[in-house]
C-alpha cells in the first residue's frame, strides 16, 4: 500500500513562544529550570537544546536570549515523551492522537492523547504526595503513595479514557472549546489500586451521595482561591472496582500531562471525572458542584434540540456513561491500494461506555450494505475491543470505509450524531478514504 500524507496544522514554536515563553518552555521542555529565567535559549538547558537539534552549536555563547533556532521553528513543536500528537491548544495544553497512531492493542504512553483544564504542578515530589480521604467518611484517611501500595492491594487494568469533546469538530454549528476530531481517547494498562477499597477503609456514610475530586493542577487565572476543574461521580458509579486510583501506566510512570504521580481513572465516563494529580477525594451529601460540574460543562440537554438551538442551564443533565463508539486504525485514511490486488485489511477498537460492544460493521458503499467484522471480547471490563475485517473494492476508484459499532443494548453508531451546544458526545461512525488506483 501507499500511503498518501494528509494535510495537518499544527502550532508552531514561533506561535507558542510569541503567545507565553515561560509555559512554551514547560510545554515542550517538560519544566522551566530557574522561575527567574525566560524564553527559549534561557529556558532550555544547551544539552536539550543541541539534542532537539540533533548536535552540538560551536557558537552557542553567540545566540540571542530568546531567539528560535530556524531547524525548530520551521516544524510544529513536539511534547516531550508524545509522539505524532496533534495539538489543539497550548494554553491549556490539549492534544490528541491520530488515528492511524492508535492502532496498538494496548495505548502506549507516548500516544495517549493530553487534556488538561489548568496548569500542571510545576514541581512534583513522589516521596512527599499525600491523599486526603474525607467528608461523608467515618474515618478520614490521609495516604502517601507509599501508604496506598502497601495497604491496599495493587492491581493492573487496562481501560479506557475519553475526552467527553472527543468529535466535537463534527458539529454544526461549531460549539466552543477544543475542536477535537477522534483522537481523544485511550486504552493504557493502568496500575494502581480501586478507589473503592479506598473508600471502603474510611468508611463512607449512609449520606454519601456523590464524590468530589480535586488536584494539584492551578487555575490559568494564577488565583490561588479558583479551581480549573473538580468534578466527580455518585457513590454507585465511585464503588464500582475497575475505577483505580493509579500510579502507573503502562508499568513505568506517568507521563506528567497524564497525571503523574496519582489520579483517577473512571472508565467509561468523561475523563474529566479522572482527575489528574489526584490530592483529595472529599465524600459528599449532595450532588457536587464544583468547577465544571454546573451550568452546561460536562452535560447536554434532556431533550433533542435543533442545531444551533439555545437551552437553559436547567435543562442539562450531566454525562455519565459514555455512548457507544468506533475507530478505524489501519488503513490510514488516504491510503491508495493496488488495483491489480484491491483488498485492504480494516482494523480499529470500539467501546462502549459501561456497556459492551456486542458487533461492528463496515460498509464501503456509502452505508448501503453492511458486513459484520470479527470482534474480540475486552481483555477485562472497561477496555476497548478490537475489530477486522478484510475488504475487497470492486474496481478503481475512491471508497470510504465506515465502520458502525453497536452496543449489548442494541444501540448502533449514528451517520450524523445528535447536536447539543457544548459539542459533546459525537458518536456518528468513523470514516476513512482509500483510493484504488
Not at 507509599?146 to 468529535?167: H, I, P, S
Not at 465506515?402 to 461512525?429: C, H, M, V
Request: charged share 20%; glycine share 8%.
Amino acid at each position: 500500500m501507499k500511503k498518501t500524507e494528509p494535510n495537518q496544522t499544527e502550532r508552531n514554536l514561533f506561535e507558542l513562544y510569541a503567545e507565553d515563553p515561560t509555559e512554551a518552555d514547560r510545554i515542550v521542555f517538560g519544566r522551566v529550570p530557574n522561575a527567574d529565567r525566560r524564553g527559549f535559549l534561557k529556558g532550555a538547558g544547551l544539552a536539550t537544546m543541541a539534542a532537539m537539534l540533533g548536535g552540538f552549536i560551536p557558537f552557542h555563547r553567540n545566540m540571542p536570549a530568546g531567539m528560535i533556532p530556524v531547524a525548530l521553528a520551521e516544524e510544529a513543536f513536539s511534547i516531550e515523551g508524545k509522539d505524532g500528537l496533534v495539538v489543539l491548544n497550548d494554553r491549556p495544553l490539549n492534544a490528541e492522537t491520530p488515528a492511524h497512531l492508535l492502532d496498538d492493542a494496548v495505548t502506549p504512553t507516548d500516544r495517549h492523547f493530553i487534556r488538561n483544564n489548568g496548569l500542571p504542578p510545576e514541581t512534583v515530589d513522589v516521596d512527599s504526595w499525600t491523599l486526603t480521604i474525607d467528608g461523608e467518611v467515618d474515618k478520614p484517611l490521609e495516604l502517601s503513595i507509599a501508604d496506598l501500595k502497601k495497604q491496599f492491594e495493587v492491581v493492573t487494568l487496562q481501560l479506557q479514557l475519553e475526552c467527553g469533546g472527543n468529535g466535537r469538530a463534527g458539529f454544526e454549528p461549531k460549539a466552543k472549546g477544543n475542536q477535537w476530531t477522534v483522537g481523544a481517547i485511550g486504552c493504557s494498562k493502568w496500575t494502581g489500586v480501586r478507589l473503592a477499597d479506598v473508600l471502603k477503609a474510611a468508611g463512607v456514610k449512609d449520606t454519601a451521595v456523590y464524590t468530589a475530586n480535586f488536584g494539584a493542577d492551578t487555575h490559568l487565572s494564577g488565583q490561588a482561591d479558583k479551581l480549573p476543574i473538580s468534578r466527580g461521580v455518585p457513590i454507585a458509579k465511585a464503588m464500582n472496582p475497575y475505577n483505580l486510583i493509579a500510579f502507573e501506566q503502562n508499568g513505568a510512570p506517568m507521563h506528567p500531562m497524564n497525571g503523574h504521580p496519582l489520579r483517577l481513572v473512571i472508565p467509561g465516563w468523561p475523563g474529566s471525572c479522572s482527575h489528574k494529580w489526584l490530592t483529595r477525594v472529599q465524600i459528599r451529601d449532595q450532588v457536587h458542584d464544583g468547577a465544571k460540574m454546573t451550568g452546561s460543562s460536562y452535560r447536554v440537554p434532556r431533550y433533542p434540540v435543533a442545531p444551533g438551538q439555545e437551552v437553559p442551564d436547567e435543562d442539562f443533565v450531566i454525562i455519565e456513561s459514555l455512548p457507544v463508539k468506533s475507530l478505524i486504525t489501519y488503513p490510514e485514511s488516504g491510503t491508495e491500494v493496488s488495483s491489480s490486488h484491491p483488498v485492504a485489511l480494516v482494523r480499529g477498537h470500539a467501546w462502549a461506555g459501561d456497556n459492551k460492544v456486542s458487533k461492528v460493521e463496515i460498509s464501503t458503499d456509502f452505508g448501503s450494505t453492511w458486513t459484520e467484522a470479527s470482534l474480540t471480547e475486552p481483555v477485562n471490563d472497561f477496555a476497548w475491543q478490537h475489530f477486522s475485517a478484510d475488504v475487497r473494492f470492486p474496481m478503481a476508484g475512491y471508497y470510504e470505509v465506515w465502520a458502525r459499532a453497536t452496543d449489548d443494548q442494541g444501540r448502533a453508531q449514528p451517520f450524523e450524531p445528535a447536536w447539543n451546544p457544548k459539542g459533546y458526545l459525537n458518536n456518528s461512525i468513523h470514516r476513512v478514504a482509500v483510493r484504488v488506483v
